[in-house]
């Protein structure tokens, strides 16, 4: 592939860095991805105007109050959903690693850049939350709170993936694996955490703040809509997804911190890369 296609890569990726700064330096790098995105084919006029509506629905959804904040929250749910899942026309994926067997008896893995899901889900994350880290002691502060639930979630994690059989214990390093995490951490941990937690979970919580155990029933409801939408790799990876996301979801609950939720979903998805069957056992 030619250093050239690598372009809306880079674009997408300072995207995703640039949630840190002044939103005018968002902005900008939004649309250099999308214009790059056009320029290679990735994106259509009709791609673009759907990435436009789900803007439009989260400024509404922040400004909006009552029945109408719910409304517009539906609608922009459904959206994003839709986009992170490719059902809708105006969008082309990009290979960036062909499919290739990373481990003995593992399923071929294969990385694509899909530029729905991942404007879809920087989007979100530049409109609907608002509470991100911007200093080093802070992040000091919640990491050393943090450490021991990451640490507690992987080793669940490690060991359901192991009993059902669904890995196996496979180290392994290969260059691909800094495609990957670049890939991996900007773009499906910061998308996923600030939908399903950021926004789902923050916003039923608060919904359910007058109820006993309501911090919890927001909880379970985002971790049960987060493996759902991992139905398509069976029904081990649901339930994996199922317990991943209620991990990701108590460490953001216990912390209220979107950061150290997208770090537990990364440093779990990089030992899984490192040192298991990747992506899954066939």
């Known amino acids: 592939m030619k250093i050239a296609s690598y372009v809306p890569y880079i674009a997408l990726a300072l995207t995703a860095i640039t949630l840190w700064f002044p939103r005018r330096y968002f902005v900008a790098m939004v649309a250099a991805s999308i214009v790059t995105a056009w320029y290679q084919g990735l994106i259509a006029i009709t791609g673009i105007a759907w990435l436009l509506l789900l803007t439009v629905l989260c400024l509404l959804f922040t400004r909006s109050k009552g029945w109408l904040r719910l409304f517009f929250g539906c609608c922009l749910m459904v959206l994003a959903v839709a986009l992170g899942m490719h059902l809708l026309p105006g ?35 530049a409109t609907v939350w608002d509470q991100y880290i911007h200093s080093t002691k802070e992040f000091g502060v919640v990491i050393r709170k943090a450490a021991p639930l990451i640490v507690a979630n992987i080793a669940v994690l490690i060991a359901l993936s192991i009993s059902i059989g669904y890995l196996n214990f496979a180290p392994k390093f290969t260059p691909l694996f800094f495609i990957w995490a670049a890939h991996n951490l900007l773009f499906t941990c910061i998308g996923e955490e600030i939908f399903f937690r950021g926004f789902i979970q923050h916003q039923l919580a608060t919904s359910f703040a007058e109820m006993r155990n309501g911090q919890w029933l927001a909880l379970a409801i985002s971790s049960i ?58």
């Open 91 to 125: 969008f082309k994926s990009m290979t960036l690693i062909e499919p290739v067997v990373l481990s003995p008896g593992a399923a071929p893995f294969k990385l694509q850049l899909s530029p729905d899901k991942i404007l879809a889900g920087l989007i979100v994350a």
């Open 225 to 282: 809509l987060f493996g759902l939408v991992h139905f398509g790799g069976g029904t081990s990876y649901v339930l994996l997804a199922v317990v991943a996301g209620f991990g990701y979801g108590y460490v953001f609950m216990k912390t209220q911190r979107i950061e150290m939720s997208m770090l537990a979903h990364f440093i779990m998805n990089a030992m899984h890369f490192l040192l298991f069957a990747y992506p899954r056992l066939l």
